[in-house]
């Protein structure tokens, strides 16, 4: 790291024509003189995670973190070492899941009061390349700290918190905190909310999206490098359906050089990571691609019985390649994917929805999906948003047939997961998080709110209330956004 740094300052202040004027005045005060090594010693724990546990669907029964990286080694012997080839094969070709981070690799083996997180986890010198990035050791971190109060509070050992009998409700308790664990399912019996029947105000179609269209999530998603993608390698676009029928999709293509012809595959993956090629196909044709740009290509399906979640759309060209154009948003959960290998496909650069349309428009935003136990795009989008031709306010409802004693509510706004943070501008705030809006209760005839919020802009708030009360009905209407003219929200949870 102390090379990289002094590489870095050397072109700011000797070589960058913009930054080495503005850095004149400038002195590099201090630097660590002390080389890191991204590996560190690791302890053994119950289990070690290998890299075989990276590179299959794993569902171990006491997951309680997730981590998605690929296999990122160094070159063996240095970069600069001549007689080192590069890690090659593992780092490049590996493709990694989600996967499930058991908790028995956070339990250390000889030692029975002590838990692992970060980079000395249990595992292999080849997992530890996946498992050691920030963003999965924070889980690591949060799994650790709640492993080791929940043992304290049901006075268990952690080895015997790993037990399936044990290790359900610190799952169910991570949930509840707002981590997502890709095969765990929501199954909190305290929480009021699964019970309900849900209501909105509007719930809006899914059509698709244009290269030009209105923009509806207030400006902040555009994809910032490209108008178009070649399609000389196989390109995917994920497209939310309801279940039921599809009559047409239409994809906007440009071909400058004359006609073109592409192939196209609907497959049904299994979730929004299910990055596998080789899946069966639902529907398959050739399409012709008139010259020009921007043109769309209308491919008749007439499909029904489609299952409810995702389809995804591949698309190759049979000869000289065209390109598929970019939209100037992404639409929530529907992202696109390029080849990464002979067998998996990569998301599309920093993420990217290819301009396509869909009829019937799909009524993928209901307002059970706040009910579902998701708080992200997963196996569906997850998502009830409001019809954006709609002005706010808009409300969600849940109904209960008997009172409900309500003293917590939790609430999961959409934003924050499409790109990491420094990808964002400065004091970013996610356009599709509800800024102003109340929690209200039916009481005595009326409805009385219970919350008032103005400002927000976080994504998971809790709210407890200073004097719980009695309802069977509860309001969530929210006034004003971030940016984005329709209301959303991914979860509601209501406790006692």
Request: glycine share 8%; with cysteine.
């Amino acid at each position: 790291m102390t090379a990289w740094a002094l590489s870095v300052w050397d072109w700011i202040k000797n070589h960058d024509e913009t930054l080495r004027d503005k850095a004149t005045n400038y002195a590099l005060e201090w630097i660590g003189q002390t080389p890191g090594k991204r590996e560190s010693r690791r302890i053994d724990g119950l289990t070690r995670v290998t890299e075989a546990d990276l590179d299959a669907d794993q569902r171990p029964p006491d997951e309680v973190a997730f981590g998605g990286w690929y296999v990122d080694l160094h070159t063996p012997g240095g970069l600069l070492a001549a007689h080192s080839k590069p890690a090659g094969n593992l780092t490049d070709k590996t493709y990694v899941g989600p996967y499930g981070i058991p908790l028995r690799a956070l339990v250390a083996r000889d030692v029975d009061n002590l838990l692992l997180a970060g980079r000395c986890v249990s595992a292999t010198h080849a997992a530890l390349g996946s498992l050691r990035v920030m963003g999965t050791t924070a889980l690591m971190g949060q799994a650790a700290g709640t492993a080791a109060a929940h043992a304290i509070l049901h006075d268990c050992t952690l080895a015997q918190l790993c037990e399936p009998a044990s290790v359900g409700a610190l799952q169910q308790r991570l949930l509840r905190d707002g981590c997502f664990l890709p095969h765990v399912p929501r199954a909190d019996s305290a929480d009021f909310a699964p019970p309900a029947t849900a209501s909105a105000s509007s719930s809006a179609l899914s059509h698709g999206i244009g290269p030009n269209d209105p923009d509806t999530s207030g400006g902040l998603r555009r994809h910032p490098v490209r108008l178009a993608w070649p399609l000389d390698q196989p390109v995917a676009q994920w497209i939310a359906v309801a279940g039921g029928r599809i009559d047409t999709l239409s994809l906007c293509l440009d071909a400058p050089d004359g006609p073109r012809t592409v192939r196209a595959r609907l497959v049904r993956p299994l979730h929004i990571w299910d990055y596998r090629r080789a899946l069966p196909a639902l529907a398959e044709a050739e399409l012709s691609v008139p010259a020009g740009t921007s043109r769309w290509v209308e491919w008749s399906l007439n499909l029904t019985d489609v299952p409810d979640g995702f389809v995804r759309l591949d698309v190759e060209a049979s000869g000289p390649a065209p390109s598929w154009r970019i939209a100037r948003e992404v639409l929530y959960g529907q992202i696109a994917a390029r080849s990464h290998d002979a067998t998996h496909l990569r998301r599309l650069e920093g993420g990217a929805t290819l301009a396509f349309r869909i009829t019937p428009g799909q009524p993928v935003h209901g307002a059970a999906h706040v009910l579902t136990g998701s708080a992200r795009p997963h196996q569906h989008v997850h998502l009830w948003r409001s019809d954006p031709s709609h002005p706010l306010p808009q409300w969600l409802q849940l109904d209960w047939p008997t009172p409900r004693g309500i003293g917590i509510i939790v609430l999961v706004f959409p934003g924050h997961l499409l790109r990491e943070i420094h990808a964002c501008p400065p004091y970013y705030r996610d356009p599709l998080v509800g800024r102003d809006y109340t929690a209200e209760a039916w009481i005595d005839g009326d409805w009385r709110a219970i919350v008032t919020e103005t400002d927000n802009h976080q994504p998971r708030r809790v709210h407890t209330l200073p004097n719980p009360v009695s309802t069977d009905r509860l309001r969530i209407v929210i006034h004003a956004t971030n940016g984005a003219p329709a209301a959303a929200l991914h979860e509601v949870r209501v406790y006692g």
